[in-house]
Every structure is written in structure tokens, then in C-alpha cells.
């Protein structure tokens, strides 16, 4: 089996082109994606405030990251709600602030809510300042700045519409969807090679060799595994440690979590070169399959925000949502074993059925 | 007599259909056994049915009397295969496919790499062996698509028309290997082609397959003699005549009749005085004798004779 599977490496050694050409598509389109889509909504703002007032609140509005806040006079910023160019304007006063909303801004409410927060903050920190004796003025000032910078402790909320408490992180939607979706490709080049020398016989050769044919499908499988692994390994690696995305403490359980998937799109491979009886045909076959599994899947958009029943009812059938699930649940949403134990078992339960079916197709098309 | 290989109605069927009928063989240790029959006559099947790659519908495969259907095991270790295909790595070097065809026998590492010298040697790569294979002349994928069969030094060698779409050259370097190989180390050879002179050349014994039967068996002379008391006739015309060939199909005396262009050969009966009816009818269509030449029937004229088509149409 070694003897396969070093062979195997040694092919790989004279044409990486491929598999280092995929590796760099995911990670510049990762990259774009990531960066393209994260779609800040414009603000105008104008205010009455002193503009020490005004940058306290400024610094506050800043950390909101899906706005964006330009400042205006208060004729300029009315003007741009009038013609469309933004959907809401913020008037700054001294004792509270005011929206300029055009009709179809829905998130008025949420940003009311950002601002009240904000508002309330600053005011309670002014009343504290204020109300406190002028030689200690300073003193309270830095001990308040400190409190706000590290708090005792935090109290975390989820937005009411959001059931499952699901969040969202652009980056890392990119980063696995498209990495989930290309490592497809890689693997069904991996798979390929049985194809390939069951067209050139080196197959028979192989079969009627001293080595067992388990250990020979166990090689080439063991060679696919390891070439879509180690992409995936590779590029979540490149985006944690060179670009710097996060993943919430998930990384090394996401090159854990990531397993299973792999396992799923082996198998499903061998399903298809059971299916296909060229390499040309199997690569059909792959190219035609990948696409809608990942559109399926929620590689390209997320999957809570698509209404059709018929899409989610399909969706329940792509290895990709639950392997999305897996990685999501070890991230951004800080899932429980027991949730990722769904994802895991549907993966291993697909990987079972499409690895039996294939290999038992494949034996009998040996026969004819 | 006891056969080490011996195949016992050996039957495949696809589609209800028996792309390989009841055949029986045997091949003793050390001889060239041919398998001839023109392109879908059932070789390849029967082939991979002997090699134990696919399971026949009915009959048997016995090794030392034993079968081999369900213990394929004993019958691959004393086995070599050459495919039709060139079954290579096309991107590895001669010697890497030496080397990985010879590791999944489980040889030892020495004896290995002695082989691989020796086996390079003898198809004549030693040269070219770190040139990968993709950019070898199609003589050269030949020789060594042989030689990956022959490095764990099998008692028993199958061929499966080892010389297609080859040059000449390469082809009777081939046949010489095989010839050589069969001498040297007493390896059995079961050889399939449907060029009649590679098996006349190669084989002590021959069995004639068409449509997935086996329709005649023995020596070379033992076929021959199956049309002992005719002769074939070879004419050389002047041009192509289609009524010349039309008048000869009717006349009783001839039989066999095969026209190719300008040439035509038919078979007579030993003691007939032929010549002067084919005189008189090239003097009827107008067409010139420029020769003709009597020889002793080949198998392609057994072959015609069998089936009344010519091996390679």
C-alpha cells in the first residue's frame, strides 16, 4: 500500500501546477470575497455638538463597523437622504440625537438602539464627571477611560429574530465556502487516478499483484484524503496566521472538524468514477456536481437567508452544508458537541453509502 | 498428462450472449501457445478469464489441477500479464515503472533492483531508462510494458497482441524478446495476435478462436494439414478485375477465394491441372497473368477456410 501510495506522491511531485494553481484561486477569491461583500451601510451625520463632544461620540459610532459615517453640514446632509444617496441621516444634539430616515431604511430601529446605547453612555460618564469634586475631576476621568477599556465583565445579547442564535462573519463565510467548494476539485483529481488506470490497465496490473485490492483502493483513497486535506489545511493556515482572520478560537478545531467532510467528498468522488466510465466523463460529471452542491450548500450565500423551502429542503442533501456547519459551529457560532454531532454523523452516514455503492459498482464493472 | 494451466469450458456471457463458448486449452510448462483469431473473436475475454481478472459465467481455470476461480492467489504469483494497453505511468521514468510494477509483487529490495538491470537489459531500455515514458517512441512502451510483466520472473506469461500499432523493426524485436525469454528461462507464454505470422514464428501449439469458439486446435502442422490435400494459389493481374473474380467464385474447382487489388488467392485441390482455366479466363476479361505463385497453405488460409473470412477484416 505504501508502495502505491509513494507512487502516487511521486506523480504528484511532476505536475503540482493544478493543485497549486486551485490552492492560490481559493485564496485570492477567498480573499475577495471576504474583503467585497462586507457592504457598510453610509451614514450622514451633522451636529450641534462642541467637537470634543462630537469626537467622544464619533470614537463610539466608529466601532459600529457596518456603517459608514461621514460628516456633513445639516442642509448637505438632509440633501443626501432627498436624493437617495444614503438611506438615513443622524442629527448629534446635546441632549439626544434625531434620524432622517428614507422610507425603505429598515434598520432604524437597530441603529436607535446603537445610538441610545451610546448616548446613555456618554451621558452617564459626563453626569459622573461632572458631579464629582474638580480636584478629583482628572482622577475619575482615567479610572472611567480604564473601566471602559476593561470591563469586569461583559454581558452579551442576541438579536430576538435571530433563533439559533446564529452569527454571521463574512470573512469566514468566504474563507470555508469557497474552500469547502474548490477542495471538490482537488479531490476528484485525487479520485481520478483510479479512473485513469482502470482506462490504462495499469489497474489490472495492480490487480493481479501480490497486493491485496482493499489496500489498493485504500491507497488511492488515503492519496485523495490527504491531497484535499492538506489544501484545506493550508489555506485556513495561510488566512489565520498570514491574513489574520478570526476564528474565534476554532482554528485547530477546524483542521479537526474539516475531517469528516473530506471523508464525505472522497466517497462521493468514488460514487462518481464508479458512475463515469472515462476521466473525461468523471471530470464532467465532478464540474456539473460541484457547482450546485456549493450553491446548495451556503458556500456562495448564507443559508439563513434564503426563504425557498424547495432550496432548503435540497440544501439537507449537500456535504457542504454540514461541513459549513461543522466549521461554523467551531467559530463564529461556539457550538456544543452535541450540535456538531448532527453535521458529523450526516457526513459519515453519506460517506458510508456513497463508498459502499461505489466500490460495489466499480467491482462489478470490473466484470464486464 | 498433467497440465499446469488448463482452462475447461470456459464460457462468458454477456447479454445472454457468449462472447466466450466452452473453450478448452491447456498450456504445459516452458511452450509458446498461441491464441489466433481476428479482432472480437473472444481472446481479450478469454485472456482475462485465464488471468483471473474477471470470473467466468461457467467452466473453469486450473492451476496444477486446482481451480483457481476462488483462490486466484496461487495462479498470480507464478503469473505475468502484458495488456494490450500500455499499461505505464507515463509520467514516471522507465525504471520508477520497473520499480513500482516490481514492488507490488513484494520482492525483496535487492533482488528487485537486480531484476530491474536485467529486465532493462533485455528489452533494451538500459540507455533510455530515466526518460519518462511519455517521451518514448510507441516500440519503446512496448518493450516495456513486457518487461514490467517479467521482473518477478513469472512461470507463466499471458500476452494479449503485445506488437499492436507498432513498426516492423520494434515488432521483430519484440517477437525476438519473447522468442529469447522463452528459451532462456523455460517461461510459458501464452501469446493472442491475429497476425498470423507472429504465431506461425512464436508458437508450438495454436488454437484458432472465432466468434468466442474454439475452432481448431494443435501444432502448426497439425492446422496445416487440415488442407493437406489443397494447395493456395497467389495470382498477380495486370489490374483489378471484379468479373474475372466473379467467373472464379463459380467454378467448382476453387475454393477460398480472397481478391485484394490486382492480387487473388484461391485454393485448389492438389492434383488439379488449374492453370490453363485461369489462362483462358484472363484471355476472356482481357486481363494480363503477370504471375502466380503455389505455395503450402498458411493459417490464414486454414482460417478462411474455416470461416470463410479472412483474419484481419
Request: proline letters at 4%.
Amino acid at each position: 500500500m505504501m508502495n502505491i501510495l509513494k507512487t502516487k506522491f511521486l506523480l504528484f511531485r511532476r505536475k503540482p501546477a493544478a493543485y497549486i494553481i486551485t490552492t492560490i484561486i481559493i485564496c485570492v477569491f477567498t480573499y475577495l470575497m471576504g474583503q467585497g461583500q462586507v457592504t457598510k451601510e453610509p451614514i450622514a451625520l451633522f451636529s450641534t455638538l462642541n467637537n470634543e463632544q462630537q469626537s467622544v461620540i464619533m470614537k463610539e459610532l466608529k466601532k459600529l463597523s457596518q456603517y459608514d459615517f461621514t460628516v456633513y453640514e445639516e442642509d448637505e446632509a438632509i440633501k443626501q437622504v432627498k436624493d437617495g444617496k444614503v438611506d438615513v441621516a443622524i442629527s448629534l444634539k446635546d441632549d439626544g440625537y434625531k434620524l432622517i430616515v428614507a422610507p425603505d431604511f429598515m434598520n432604524a430601529p437597530m441603529l436607535g438602539n446603537e445610538l441610545n446605547t451610546i448616548y446613555s453612555q456618554v451621558l452617564l460618564k459626563n453626569a459622573i464627571i461632572q458631579s464629582s469634586p474638580d480636584e478629583q475631576k482628572e482622577q475619575i476621568t482615567s479610572k472611567i477611560v480604564k473601566i471602559q477599556d476593561d470591563p469586569s465583565f461583559n454581558i452579551g445579547y442576541k438579536n430576538l429574530g435571530n433563533e439559533n442564535g446564529l452569527k454571521f462573519d463574512q470573512k469566514l463565510r468566504s474563507l470555508f465556502g469557497f474552500t469547502l467548494f474548490m477542495v471538490i476539485y482537488t479531490i476528484a483529481s485525487g479520485v481520478n487516478h483510479i479512473v485513469m488506470e482502470r482506462r490504462d490497465r495499469i489497474w489490472e496490473r495492480i490487480t493481479v499483484s501480490a497486493i491485496p485490492k482493499w489496500k489498493a483502493y485504500l491507497a488511492n483513497l488515503t492519496y485523495s484524503f490527504l491531497l484535499g486535506y492538506l489544501q484545506i489545511a493550508l489555506v485556513l493556515s495561510i488566512f489565520y496566521f498570514a491574513v489574520g482572520v478570526d476564528f474565534y478560537g476554532g482554528y485547530w478545531k477546524s483542521l479537526i472538524v474539516v475531517i469528516p467532510y473530506v471523508l464525505c467528498i472522497v466517497s462521493l468522488s468514488i460514487f462518481i468514477a464508479a458512475i463515469a466510465n472515462t476521466p473525461g466523463k468523471f471530470n464532467a460529471f465532478m464540474t456539473v456536481l460541484a457547482v450546485p452542491l456549493a450553491m446548495l450548500g451556503g458556500a456562495y450565500w448564507p443559508l439563513e437567508i434564503v426563504t425557498s423551502k424547495i432550496m432548503l429542503a435540497l440544501s439537507k442533501i449537500s456535504p457542504i452544508k454540514y461541513g459549513m456547519d461543522l466549521l461554523n459551529g467551531v467559530t463564529v457560532n461556539s457550538s456544543s458537541i452535541t450540535d456538531l454531532l448532527f453535521p458529523f454523523s450526516i457526513l459519515m452516514f453519506m460517506t458510508v453509502i456513497f463508498m459502499g455503492i461505489g466500490i460495489n459498482v466499480l467491482e462489478k464493472k470490473e466484470q464486464i | 498428462m498433467e497440465f499446469m494451466i488448463e482452462v475447461v469450458d470456459l464460457t462468458k456471457t454477456y447479454k445472454k450472449v457468449n462472447v466466450v463458448d466452452h473453450v478448452n486449452l491447456y498450456i504445459e510448462p516452458g511452450e509458446i501457445v498461441g491464441l489466433l483469431g481476428p479482432n472480437g473473436a473472444g481472446k481479450s475475454t478469454a485472456i482475462a478469464m485465464i488471468s483471473t481478472l474477471i470470473k467466468p459465467s461457467k467452466g473453469d481455470v486450473l492451476l496444477n489441477q486446482k481451480s483457481v476461480i476462488n483462490d486466484q492467489g496461487s495462479l498470480r504469483e507464478v503469473l505475468g500479464v502484458v495488456p494490450q494497453e500500455i499499461a505505464l505511468y507515463s509520467d514516471l521514468t522507465a525504471r520508477e515503472n520497473l520499480h513500482f510494477f516490481g514492488s507490488i509483487h513484494k520482492m525483496p529490495k535487492d533482488k528487485l533492483k537486480e531484476r530491474i538491470e536485467i529486465v532493462l537489459q533485455e528489452i533494451g531500455l538500459q540507455d533510455e531508462n530515466k526518460k519518462l515514458v511519455k517521451h518514448y517512441s510507441g516500440g519503446m512502451k512496448r518493450r516495456l510494458n513486457i518487461g514490467v510483466a517479467l521482473l518477478h520472473e513469472p512461470e507463466y506469461l499471458i500476452m494479449d497482441e503485445p506488437t499492436v500499432g507498432i513498426d516492423p523493426q520494434s515488432r521483430n524485436h519484440i517477437l525476438e524478446t519473447v522468442k529469447k525469454l522463452n528459451e532462456r528461462s523455460n517461461t510459458a507464454i501464452i501469446y493472442t495476435s491475429h497476425y498470423m505470422e507472429e504465431v506461425e514464428f512464436l508458437c508450438n501449439r495454436i488454437y484458432i478462436i472465432d466468434k468466442g469458439r474454439v475452432i481448431a486446435s494443435g501444432t502448426k502442422d497439425e492446422i496445416k494439414s487440415i488442407l493437406s490435400s489443397e494447395k493456395t494459389i497467389r495470382l498477380k493481374l495486370e489490374k483489378p478485375s471484379k468479373k474475372l473474380v466473379e467467373d472464379l467464385t463459380l467454378n467448382p474447382m476453387l475454393s477460398n477465394i480472397l481478391a485484394k487489388d490486382a492480387e487473388i488467392s484461391l485454393t485448389v485441390a492438389k492434383d488439379t491441372n488449374f492453370l490453363p482455366m485461369i489462362l483462358k479466363l484472363c484471355d476472356q476479361h482481357h486481363v494480363a497473368l503477370n504471375s502466380f505463385q503455389i505455395e503450402e497453405p498458411s493459417l490464414e488460409d486454414v482460417f478462411l477456410h474455416l470461416t470463410g473470412r479472412a483474419l484481419r477484416n
